[in-house]
Every structure is written in C-alpha cells, then in structure tokens.
C-alpha cells in the first residue's frame, strides 16, 4: 500500500512546480473563504480591468499612447458607473416597488384565472387546493412587498458599500491597467524560470476566458437592451426590470432562460391574460432568445467552451453556492480552469517529453 501512494505521489508531484500551482491554488481558494468580502472591491477592480483590456489595446493599435488609452478607458468606465447610478438604478428600483406593492393583486387575479380549471377538470385538482396554495402564497408575497416599501435610511450601510465601490474600484482598475506590466512582471519573479505546466495552463485560458469573459459582459448588454426595446414597443409593465432579468439570465447557461420565462409570462399574464397580447409577447420572448443562441453566440464566442452540459451546471450550482454572483459569472472560467490544470498536469510521460524537449533547445 505504502509503495502504492508513493508511486503515485511521485508521478503526479515529482516536480517543483507541480507543488508550487498546488500551493497556489489552496493559497487563494483560502484567501477568498476568509478574506473575500475585504478584498471584494480589489478583486472586482481586477474583473474590470481585465474586460477593458480589449478596449485598451484597442486604442493603443490607434497609436494612442498607453496612459491616454488607460485615461479614455477608465472615463468610459466612470461614465458607465453615473448612469447606471443615477439613471438605470433608479428606474428599477421604482419598479421594484411597484411590483412589490402589487404582487398580492396579481396573486389574487392569478388564482381567479386558476380557479376555472377545478371547472374544467374537476378530477384533477379541486378549488379547496387552489385556494390553500393562494393563501399561503399570498401572504409570503404581501410580505416582500411590505419589505420593498418599508426600505429607508435604516440601510445606510448598503450605501455605504455601494459608495466604496464608487469611489475606490474606478480608482484601482486606472492602475491596473496603467501598471499592468509591472504587476505581471512582479507576480511572476516568484515562480520558477521554467514553468511549462504554467505556460500550458496560461495559454489556454488567455484563448478561451478572456473571450468568453468579455463575450458574454457583451451578450448581457445585446440581450437586456434588445428585450427593453422590444418590451417597450409591446407595453409591457416593468419593461426594464423584466429586459436586466432577462439579460442576466444568459449568465446560466440551460437553466436561466427557462426560469425568467416564469416572470415575463406571469407579468404579461396579469397585465393582460390569455389575449392576443400574451402571445405575441411570449413569441417576441422566444424569438430574443432564438436568436441569442443561434446568432449572437456564435459571432461573440470565437473560442468555444469545451464542457459537456452537465459539467456546466455542476460549475454553475458549486461556484454559485460558494462566491454567489461572482460564482455563477465565472462559473464556466472556474471548470475551464480546473479542466486545463487536469490536462497539463505532468505525468512521468510529460516530465520525459519535456526533458527532452529542454535537450533539444
């Protein structure tokens, strides 16, 4: 048995940089349980810049020099961040209001549409059912809406967070990216001169994260802009609270589009029931996210994401579980990780193939 574990010990951790990604990785895993609401704003500023990076190069294959393509980068970012605040922010939460102060009509518009159906098919399901469900739904319901209402000054502590994100994420992302090198060029003094493990793992996720990361920031903006517009145009309530549900629902793959079609079908059956109204919203919605998987995928997603299904809604239910938001955004980067540190990760036939390749140089 001993002979065992150490034969395997030796093939999968004979060598220093196989111990020192190993030491890495439980290193951060261990800051971000313990540490990762502190550092919430550096690692959101580190989100950032990463997605203006593009834009960075962008500017700079202009002939821009560095720090006024970092300078329009980070004003594009600001400006970002005032009309979220002061524009999209306010808008929704009105409407978050709204809704909340309404839900126990629509419930109760809702169980007298339901209640035709123990006419109908009286074996099936009985009024006395019906109603138990609406009651207790009822209740939960008009509970949400009393707490929406009764938000006040009392949680000045939300502001408080929310005003150092303003301030302080802006602020860091200008020196990320002003100072990318010399951050890039610090973090790697500290690991071996020869690390193709690393190299492999690196190149990997630099072909597929970096463009699903900065795809997928794209294709929630496509998608959410697209379905106000179109929610607009057919009148439906809430339009830009229903077109950010949506948009945000393209964050999980498979399962988010099947559950916002339970809010945009509720709110387009209370608003309107089984009208002509309904229906073509539920076909507009439909046709948003035909096209968004058929034509707005591909043309964003140059690099393919190489994970069976199931594998993407275990990532998106552990990661989700563990980091919230930031789990379920980086869900399919995390499996994509894992998944190129199993493939580089050295067996006795790499460290040959290697070996022999240093020889050969």
Known sequence: MLS????????YFSQEEVVLLVLLLTVALVVLATLGVVLAPVL???????????MVQKLKSWRVPHWMAVTLACMVLVGAIVALLFVVLPIIWRQLVRLGAELPNMVQRGQELLLLLPERYPRLISAAQIDEVFNL????????GQTLLAFSLTNLPIFAGLLIYVVV???????????????????????????????????????????????????IGIVAAVSYAAFLLLGVNYALLLA?????????????????????????????????????LMMTYGIIQLLDGNVLVPLLFS??????????????????GIWGFWGVFFAIPLA??????????????????????????
């Open 336 to 361: 994509t990780l894992l998944k190129a540190i199993m493939s580089a990760w050295p067996t006795s036939e790499h460290q040959a193939e290697w070996e022999a390749r240093r020889i050969s140089e």
């Open 303 to 320: 690099e393919a994401v190489n994970l069976h299904p199931v594998a993407i809604i275990l990532a998106v239910l552990f990661f989700g």
């Open 244 to 280: 950010v549900a949506v948009g945000f629902s393209v964050l999980i793959p498979y399962i988010g589009a099947a559950v916002v079609t339970i809010p945009v079908a509720a709110i387009g059956l209370f608003q309107w029931g089984w009208s002509n109204e309904f229906f073509y």
């Open 169 to 219: 994420v802006p602020i860091l992302v200008f020196f990320f990216l002003k100072d990318s090198d010399q951050l890039i060029r610090w973090c790697t003094s500290f690991l071996p001169t020869e690390r193709p493990m690393m190299h492999q793992i690196w190149h990997e996720m630099n072909d597929q994260v970096a463009n699903y990361v900065r795809g997928k920031v794209v294709e």
């Open 44 to 54: 959101t500023a580190l989100v950032i810049a990463f997605l203006m990076q593009g």
């Open 137 to 144: 739904l009822g209740s939960e319901l008009g509970g949400i």
């Open 4 to 11: 065992i574990v150490k034969g395997w010990v030796n093939r």
